[in-house]
């Protein structure tokens, strides 16, 4: 199993990223990603998408400044829409709300992309269910699971970003 990097509290806010900046988000998001991919891998970008100072501070260059909950959202948002697995060799499976349900079907596509075994598909959908399960029960913050990207490349290594909401002190 995967080591955690670290937990990120950010303040909620309501709203959404305006449509003209979400674009241009998306835009930086594949030029840096083709850039550490190249330089580095995708090993290395899933272990610097897992660290939660990294990806704020990722937010933050991809236009997005606000230090608030929408960032973890909006980034992966855009990660989804830039990612093209063929090309980059990564997936990034599920979301925010219903599309954190999609996840398991988001793996098996993308595992039948990377001609993934039957076997690696089904570790990494558990993997997936077991990091949201481990966050959104045995975790006691008080806060539920409503934001679930599971990302992968086609070596089947992985990477996990969640977020909750705190409906105690909403």
């Known amino acids: 199993m995967q080591a955690r990097s670290g937990v990120a509290n950010l303040p909620l806010h309501g709203g959404h990223a305006?449509?003209?900046?979400?674009?241009?988000?998306?835009?930086?998001?594949?030029?840096?990603?083709?850039?550490?991919?190249?330089?580095?891998?995708?090993?290395?970008?899933?272990?610097?998408?897992?660290?939660?100072?990294?990806?704020q501070a990722f937010s933050c260059?991809?236009?997005?400044?606000?230090?608030?909950?929408?960032?973890?959202?909006?980034?992966?948002?855009?990660?989804?829409?830039?990612?093209?697995?063929e090309e980059h060799g990564l997936v990034i499976a599920g979301g925010k709300g219903k599309n954190s349900r999609k996840t398991p079907l988001d793996i098996e596509v993308g595992s039948e992309i990377f001609s993934l075994s039957s076997k690696k598909a089904e570790e990494l959908v558990h993997s997936s269910k077991i990091s949201a399960k481990i966050d959104n029960s045995c975790i006691q913050d008080s806060y539920d699971l409503f934001h679930h990207s599971?990302?992968?490349?086609?070596?089947?290594?992985?990477?996990?970003?969640?977020?909750?909401?705190n409906t105690e002190n909403k």
Not at 61 to 85: F, Y
Not at 150 to 165: D, M, R, T, Y
């Open 150 to 165: 599971f990302l992968f490349n086609e070596s089947g290594n992985w990477a996990v970003v969640q977020q909750g909401l």
């Open 18 to 55: 305006p449509r003209w900046l979400f674009n241009r988000m998306v835009k930086l998001t594949e030029g840096i990603l083709d850039v550490i991919l190249h330089e580095y891998d995708a090993d290395e970008f899933l272990r610097r998408i897992s660290d939660p100072y990294w990806f």
């Open 61 to 85: 260059v991809i236009g997005l400044d606000w230090h608030s909950s929408g960032t973890t959202t909006t980034t992966c948002g855009a990660l989804k829409m830039a990612i093209k697995p």
